[in-house]
């Protein structure tokens, strides 16, 4: 057995990915299936709950998974400002933390991507 005490230095670091529209294709793809919401709307300004919570999703996952900056990921949801999505990358801890629904929903899409 190994001790769990032998890792306590190391570091993760985050995942980079070659191309970044083929991981956002993929993740619309799955949330679309996950939250059953067209995945052509997720772009427009529509504010319906599920349009919502998928681009929450997304922009957490670019950004905190595989370290994507603000620019980008706002570029990939339809021209956004970087600052909604720093609002999303927030407004996903609150959801994560506090609505189950949305916690399942989230890590079931996590599994699918590794």
Same mark, same amino acid.
């Given at each position: &057995? *190994? ?9 993760? +670091?985050?995942?980079? @990915? $070659? ?37 929450? &999703? *997304? ?9 994507? +900056?603000?620019?980008k @990921? $706002? ?5 956004r ?21 949305y ?12």
């Amino acid at each position: &057995m *190994i001790s769990p005490y032998v890792f306590v230095g190391l570091k993760s +670091t985050p995942i980079t @990915v $070659a191309d970044p529209t083929d991981l956002f294709n993929k993740l619309l793809r799955l949330l679309s299936i996950e939250l059953f919401i067209d995945a052509d709307k997720v772009t427009s300004a529509t504010r319906q709950r599920g349009y919502v919570e998928c681009r929450q &999703m *997304i922009a957490y996952t670019m950004r905190k998974k595989y370290n994507m +900056t603000c620019v980008k @990921v $706002a570029e990939m949801l339809g021209n956004r400002n970087h600052t909604t999505i720093v609002h999303n990358t927030n407004m996903h801890h609150n959801d994560y933390q506090l609505c189950e629904r949305y916690r399942e929903i989230y890590d079931r899409v996590c599994k699918h991507l590794l």
